[in-house]
């Protein structure tokens, strides 16, 4: 069975950092992107990052550019999201996707998602 499980959100101080992390099993991820995508409260999903399958692409939110830092690991079927210099409005519930074919902005082009985890920034 495909899964994508994220890990490492929590409760952080603004101005904090944390890592999250996506791990992908089930199948061969060859070819697939990855991205990172947010829910806040009452807000619809947003985009907040994607990295093309070789890693060499990436792209982000203006929100987040320069704060936070997509990268996949060597055996490539781990995606990590480096949060630096967070904020309170960077609450939400982050969940990982994947997708055949190049990197992409919107989630209804990702065909399996993680569960989520919370990230709250405390001011």
């Known amino acids: 069975q495909v899964q994508l499980v994220e890990s490492g959100g929590g409760l952080v101080q603004a101005g904090g950092s944390l890592r999250l992390s996506c791990a992908a099993s089930?199948?061969?991820?060859?070819?697939?992107?990855m991205g990172w995508f947010r829910r806040a409260p009452g807000k619809e999903r947003e985009f907040v990052a994607a990295?093309?399958?070789?890693?060499?692409?990436?792209s982000y939110a203006d929100s987040v550019k320069g704060r936070f830092t997509i990268s996949r690991g060597n055996a490539k079927n781990t995606v990590y999201l480096q949060m630096n210099s967070l904020k309170p409005e960077d609450t939400a519930v982050y969940s990982c996707?994947?997708?055949?074919?190049?990197?992409?902005?919107?989630?209804?082009?990702?065909?399996?998602w993680g569960q989520g985890t919370q990230v709250t920034v405390s001011s």
């Open positions: 990295v093309s399958w070789s890693g060499g692409t990436t």
């Open positions: 089930g199948r061969t991820f060859s070819n697939y992107a």
């Open positions: 996707a994947a997708r055949r074919g190049p990197s992409s902005f919107y989630s209804f082009e990702y065909d399996l």
